[in-house]
């Protein structure tokens, strides 16, 4: 399948998951996972840095309007949409320039490694902007802990199906 | 100049990346009630019907803790009916009348949260009507649109309620500190008031939004702070609002005539 349709369906299917599955209250869970966050992911690395920038900022308008949590998740895929050239160098290689590294053609552990490290960069941020202050750092780290596991599993769930239907 | 621009172009991304970061703590910032009312009123329009179909859908999987809900709540109603019926001389009473609603979205997460009812305009349903269950109370209707309705949950920062304790009717104000989804704390309460744990917190009255003695929780806790001559209560909400489903909208018919004292009251 051509690279943007399949783009465009990853973004219906996982926003569609994200609001209509993963949703606490529904789940009468207090945490459910963040799946939106593999689109951050599956974004291509060989896109100029401002597209990244662009769709990480409308990827996060759109989960805030689902949430109706007003910027919060927008600004935590913002930050991931800048600093992720850093975290592919840190998992795949020193040297490996983020546009040559192809999340398909990966293994799944060193891949796995990179969704943990954006995950749990990405719920940080998410939960220090809930809170706002880091006067309530237990329960700032309770939830980020307990909703990265829930998102880590579930992506992890996620990739294994995607991989194996290949 | 050429400088200026040139430096501008090498570092495009980190600018863009600064406004759009920027752009999106400002949202944050801005994150209040009164900029927010009519874009919510707007997301319930555009997203109430995926919300209600999702509604229909799980609420085929809990049909049955739905069914003990309604039991327990019916149950309820009618010890409250039998208890009126037998008074015999009913004070400080207002006539009110309720709207059958269901919640098809609710937020607990965040500090401003929020419910979506599926009444709208065309049931009877406007702004600052209470909302109520079997149990307690649960918010204030923010906005209306035809067929949806945006409340303000009790879990919301924003939010003060006016309540008081069952025994003794002391006056506080009630408010959510984002401590814990279960719990809210009643300020102002007077030290003479006496407040042991395990009090029962009820609504004030004092408004045309709740009629009196709704149940809304215990007192869990209590505390006295330094220098001040009033409690801060912890109280414990009856209501799990992690798991509404039937709810109901508070309508009184004398609303507008109330409001109208309380302001007169107030310019006086």
């Keep these: ?166 | 100049m050429q400088k200026l621009l040139n430096s501008i172009l090498r570092n495009g991304t980190l600018l863009l990346f600064i406004l759009l970061f920027g752009l999106s703590l400002r949202f944050i910032a801005k994150n209040h009630n009164y900029q927010r009312s009519s874009l919510l009123a707007f997301n319930n329009a555009i997203s109430a019907p995926f919300l209600e179909a999702r509604y229909t859908f799980f609420s085929f999987f809990k049909r049955q803790v739905h069914n003990e809900q309604l039991v327990a709540e019916n149950q309820y109603l009618l010890e409250q009916l039998i208890t009126i019926n037998n008074q015999e001389f009913l004070l400080d009473s207002i006539p009110f009348e309720v709207i059958p609603a269901q919640v098809i979205r609710n937020s607990i997460q965040l500090k401003h949260n929020h419910l979506t009812l599926n009444v709208g305009e065309k049931d009877g349903v406007k702004k600052e009507m209470g909302v109520i269950t079997a149990n307690g109370i649960v918010g204030v209707i923010e906005n209306v649109s035809k067929k949806t309705s945006g409340v303000i949950s009790l879990l919301n920062i924003s939010l003060r309620i006016n309540a008081k304790l069952k025994k003794s009717n002391h006056f506080g104000s009630l408010y959510w500190d984002s401590e814990s989804p279960n719990s809210m704390v009643l300020s102002d309460v007077p030290l003479a008031a006496k407040v042991v744990v395990g009090d029962t917190i009820v609504t004030g009255g004092m408004s045309a939004i709740f009629p009196a003695e709704i149940p809304i929780g215990k007192v869990s806790a209590t505390e006295v702070p330094l220098n001040d001559n009033y409690y801060n209560l912890r109280v414990s909400l009856f209501q799990d609002m992690t798991n509404l489903n039937q709810v109901y909208v508070v309508h009184f018919p004398s609303a507008d005539e109330i409001k109208k004292l309380i302001n007169d009251i107030e310019n006086e």
Excluded at chain 1, 64 to 83: K, M, R
């Design chain 1, 1 to 166: 399948m051509n690279r943007l349709p399949k783009l465009i369906l990853w973004f219906l299917v996982l926003l569609f998951v994200q609001a209509f599955v993963f949703d606490p209250v529904l789940l009468g869970i207090p945490y459910a996972p963040f799946v939106y966050v593999l689109l951050l992911i599956f974004l291509p690395n060989d896109w100029a840095p401002w597209i990244v920038l662009l769709s990480g900022f409308f990827i996060g308008i759109c989960v805030d309007f689902i949430f109706f949590s007003g910027g919060i998740h927008t600004a935590a895929c913002v930050l991931i949409a800048y600093t992720r050239p850093l975290f592919i160098r840190a998992v795949f290689s020193d040297t490996m320039a983020p546009q040559d590294l192809k999340i398909e053609h990966e293994f799944f552990g060193s891949l796995f490694q990179y969704v943990i490290l954006i995950v749990l960069v990405h719920h940080f941020f998410v939960f220090l902007f809930v809170v706002g202050t880091i006067d309530r750092l237990e329960w700032l780290l309770g939830a980020w802990f307990a909703n990265s596991l829930l998102t880590i599993l579930a992506s992890a769930f996620v990739l294994i199906l995607t991989r194996n239907s290949k």
